[in-house]
């Protein structure tokens, strides 16, 4: 999603392949073997296949509302310990069946990410309002949705634990049109199928 995020947002023409992962398509692999998504050919048909590159790739053509003035440094180390420690975290919090953990040692992850995003408050404050500054920048962005699956794995727990500064930067993110367009589902490609263009928003 961050991803498509920098894309519409850098309003370049994007036709986008909706898969399902399940069942990836072969010209899905035979561009990028991995089998991970997103994965973006450029017209000259190199394949960037890593979100962020896909992130830094767009904006560097166009960025309007200036995602990339921040602190580059300071940027990737946020973005570093985001798809690090913190994905590790959450993924061992929302699938401790999927990652062998049980309920106690899932609750220890939660408390690991919790560590993580009091920091990550802690700039809010600093930065009023968004972690590089008053206005979103690339690691809001990058960030924000991975910050939305830990939300969401309990609910209840946010609500009751996250700190108010937090939530109201992701309420931010969530209720964004921008992301809410680009969390609308495409139909799902077939070979042959047109493709349709992601919207710029
Ligand atoms: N570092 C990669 C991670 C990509 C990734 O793992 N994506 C997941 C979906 S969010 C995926 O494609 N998983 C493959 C699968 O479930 O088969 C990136 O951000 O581009």
């Keep these: 999603m961050r991803a498509r995020m920098a894309l519409a947002a850098s309003g370049l023409p994007v036709r986008v392949r909706e898969i399902i992962l399940r069942d990836k398509p072969g010209e899905m692999l035979a561009a990028s073997p991995k089998g991970t998504v997103p994965v973006l050919v450029r017209t000259d048909g190199k394949v960037i296949d890593e979100s962020l590159e896909v992130m830094h790739w767009a904006l560097a053509q166009h960025d309007p509302e200036h995602w990339l003035f921040a602190d580059p440094d300071e940027t990737a180390q946020l973005i570093a310990q985001n798809d690090g420690p913190f994905k590790h975290a959450l ?11 049980d309920r106690a040692g899932a609750y220890g992850h939660r408390s690991a990410g919790m560590d993580i995003l009091h920091a990550l408050t802690e700039r809010l404050k600093d930065q009023n309002g968004q972690l590089c500054g008053p206005a979103p ?11 939305r699956q830990f939300a969401a794995t309990d609910e209840a727990f946010w609500t009751a634990h996250a700190p108010t500064r937090l939530q109201i930067w992701l309420t931010g993110h969530t209720t964004s049109r921008r992301f809410n367009a680009v969390m609308v589902k495409f139909p799902r490609w077939k070979p042959g199928q047109s493709e349709p263009m992601l919207t710029a928003t």
């Design 91 to 101: 993924d061992r919090y929302k699938y401790p069946d999927r990652c062998s953990t």
């Design 137 to 147: 920048t690339l690691a809001d962005i990058a960030i924000f949705p991975f910050v």
